[in-house]
């Protein structure tokens, strides 16, 4: 029988001190992360909490403990998680404990969610389906922002999490809403 991890990735106070932030498109995210955490609860399911760090450590850097922004996104439901770890890469797979802690809790699905759905979310997923992890890919609980292309154009975040949808489903991930997500987690729990 299956297992079931949530991965909350980068969901972290940091980006609100980007130039780039936009609330608009984080309040539904919000929703969904929190939603997905209730639901986890509510099921037993392990979650994973993953901040990223890296930079000169000083406060000018979101993403250094020395600007007390690495900790939960405002909004964010409370959490207990099972494992909370730092990374310093895209992947929350590299460099951390966190491969190791999977296996000897004898987790085979991950269900992803976070910050930035073209970046660390899916190059998590990518390295998670590569080394032989079933994931559940939940666009809707992942954010991103606005991109200028290096033509000149500008890509939506709508545009970035169907593309990323795009090249995930059915070779990375199974794409799931949250409902879905939670739905074959509690399915799939011993």
Known sequence: MSRTALLLIDV???????????????????????????????????VVRVFH??????????????????RPLP????????????KHRHSALVGTVLPVWLREQRIDRLIVCGIRTEQCCETTTRHASDEGWTVDYCTEATLTFDMDTPDGGRLSAAQIRE??????????????SVEQALARATESTP
């Open 53 to 70: 760090t890296d930079g000169p450590e000083h406060p000018d850097n979101p993403f250094a403990h020395a600007s007390g922004r690495v």
């Open 163 to 176: 593309r990323t949808a795009t090249v995930l489903a059915g070779r990375f991930a199974t794409l799931v």
């Open 75 to 86: 909004g964010l439901r409370p959490v207990q998680p099972a494992l909370e770890i730092e």
């Open 12 to 46: 972290q106070d940091s980006f609100t001190a980007r130039p780039y932030w936009d609330e608009r498109e984080a309040t539904p995210f919000l929703a969904c992360c929190n939603a997905l955490l209730a639901g986890a609860e509510a099921a037993g399911l392990p």
